[in-house]
């Protein structure tokens, strides 16, 4: 696994981290060029100031020739600290760049030449301004060890010697690391303290974009979960992310929905055009079978067992003439429009098959005259959905029938308290030959579809527990007139 | 507002006048000279011993610190101070001037020594003739352990100690001189034996850094000395202060602090190695 292939959960942190570290390199590396500047520049200034002060006192004491009390001043300044003393090493030299006295006494012995100390001091020894009127001078080569500085003991232009600050860089060195140490340490204690915190925010930015990863990788194999909007109420990109994610979720399911309802609806069509070129091949050798049959009845030997043999094939011919027919609906026919005096001739037509079974019927009709739809075909879909609704409704159920006029729309419900439908009900039940109750042919909303739909309106069922609900929707508009829509033949 | 100033001087003189006639009927104050003979870095010590002074003489007593014998001596030629705690070479130069009080006693004697020293680590000098050409540290022209003796030593040598170092200096006080040489500063030094062996025991950390080389015969300890001038009952009244300081426990523990054991009216005899040595350098 590469790096870059880690969960953002981990990315996130580590970068954030690495961002961190390197702010803090930054300006710990920053902070320390300052402080090595500022830690060389204050040596600096407090071994000038130093050297200024103790010559400035040790002119008289020189001038007498105190060599004690010179050295009691030289000395002073680290009698307190030995710390200093390890580090800086006052020399006060005679005209002759002898050692007057030091401050290591040992190291630097009286009157010792100062070429004598050591290879610096050599070096020194040929640089040294000795004029009365010479300034300080100021050694400190970036690579040597020692910062040297060097002042004039003199008075109203007599020069008595020179004092030399010799300053070891080794402590100021260490000074240093011990700075840098601290740094690393706060820069380590600030990691400790950012770091979690980087990563707790990372696990939380990182939470729902994992629920939407997971979500919509899991799309592919049809799962379509809903994410709960609480679980991330904000409206930064990642809130449009679930924004975006419901509104994508809610358009496939439209679309699986939509692809479903094509299917069914291809479906139906292929049954009805089968169905009807069934009937249509039957129907002609039927018709004449059945002419032939009522001139055998007629006209033929009386003899008892023919006429009831006659009389069987007539009536099985006639129930097949019946099925066939109801297989073969005609829209065509022109058809006066259906008014408001249907519905209740279908209501008296119906009413003694409630009342057998005490279902009671609610009735809200609210229809204008005429409505520019064919009668006969309509008064068979609701005579059948009555029907259907009364047998669904059974011992004392309810019937709710509901027809209006809607934006351009005839809406037609027919609703009952019974037994509600499987869903596998649901998806086969306007399949013509599909029997869900014991009476009937199973024909009857196959033909309240094949009706509405060369209607060009849509029939649905909807049941939920305790309501079951039929709802026919027939556009007005005239291009969608019965007159036009063609029918198999 | 002059007024005020007026009223103001007035009450001051008023007062000075008043504090003037207070003193007068005051008995009068002995001032007594300090040197570093003993160890004149104790100011605790001496208020406490100044204090102690004035309960048993009824008297008050003002003690004057001189860091250098010379100073000392003009005080006390000058008669500014009445007596004085001085170094046995003084004594002797100012022998016509002074009269000898009291001799401390020093590990039960009158006497102390000169001690040579060297820095610890000089492993190699036995005797002042190995320190020919070195840095030396005197601690004033007018001591005998930290300036004559040493001289002299150098003079019996067959030297001249004027050139046998090739670096002298004086530090004042015989601890300075052992200070300079547990620095490394000089590399050698004469000094007091009492003050070695009392810093040996105050401060060891010091004196572990030197290393006594050599010991002189036996001088006369310093001298507490009083003006020819002073007059006899004042004398005896501070000789008996002091010689009795043994007998007292305030007093005893005083010496205890000094590390000495007591003063005696000692004798003028005690300082003639000193004189001896005088007379070899001309001047006596």
Sequence with gaps: MRLFDLSLRFKMPLWGGGLILATAIALSGSFAVQAWDNLNEDILRNAQELGRITAHSLFPVMLHDDMWKAFEIVSSPYAANPEAAATETLTVLDTANRVYVSSRPEEQPVLGELASLGIDYDLLNGELPLAADAGIFVRDARDAQHIYVAIPIANGGVRLGTLLVTYNKSLHRERFLLLLKRTAWITLLALAVLLPITAYWGHRMMQPMRLVTGRISRIGIGELEPLDPFFYPYRDEMGMLFLAYEEMVSKLREKAEFEKEVVKSERMAAVGRLSASIAHEINNPLGGMLNAISTLRRHGPPDPLTQRTVSLLERGLSQIRETVAALLIQTKVKNRPLTPNDFEDIRILVTPAANKQDTRIGWSVALPAAVSLPATLLRQVLINLMLNAIAAAGQGGRLEVCAQIGGNQFVLMVENDGKALLPEQLNRLFEPFTRFSEQGHGLGLWICYTIVNQLGGTIGAESNLGLTRFTVIIPLDPAHDASAQDLPD | ?????????????????????????????????????????????????????????????????????????????????????????????????????????????????????????????????????????????????????????????????????????????????????AAGLAQGASVDSYVWDVLNRVRPDITAKTRVVWSSKEYGFPPIVAHRNVSNPDFVQMQTVLMNMKNDPQGKALLGRLYLDGFIAGSPALYDGVAEMMRMFGEL
């Design chain 2, 1 to 181: 507002m002059s007024k005020l100033l007026k009223l103001a001087l007035l009450w001051l003189w008023l007062l000075a006048s008043s504090v003037q006639a207070q003193t007068a009927n005051e008995p009068e104050k002995i001032r007594f000279a300090i040197t570093p003979a003993v160890l004149n870095d104790q100011h605790a010590f001496l208020a406490e011993w100044r204090s102690y002074l004035e309960d048993r003489l009824k008297r008050p007593v003002e003690f004057v610190q001189r860091d250098r014998y010379r100073d000392a001596m003009d005080l006390l030629q000058q008669q500014k101070v009445d007596f004085a705690w001085i170094c046995d070479y003084p004594y002797v130069v100012l022998k016509n001037e002074v009269r000898l009080l009291a001799v401390a006693l020093n590990q039960g004697r009158p006497t102390y020594r000169a001690s040579l020293i060297v820095p610890a680590r000089d492993n190699r000098t036995r005797s002042i003739s190995d320190l020919k050409g070195a840095v030396f540290a005197y601690a004033d022209p007018y001591s005998n352990t930290g300036y004559l003796s040493p001289r002299y030593e150098i003079k019996q040598g067959g030297e001249d100690p004027s050139a046998f170092f090739k670096r002298t200096f004086f530090t004042w006080s015989h601890r300075k001189a052992i200070e300079a040489v």
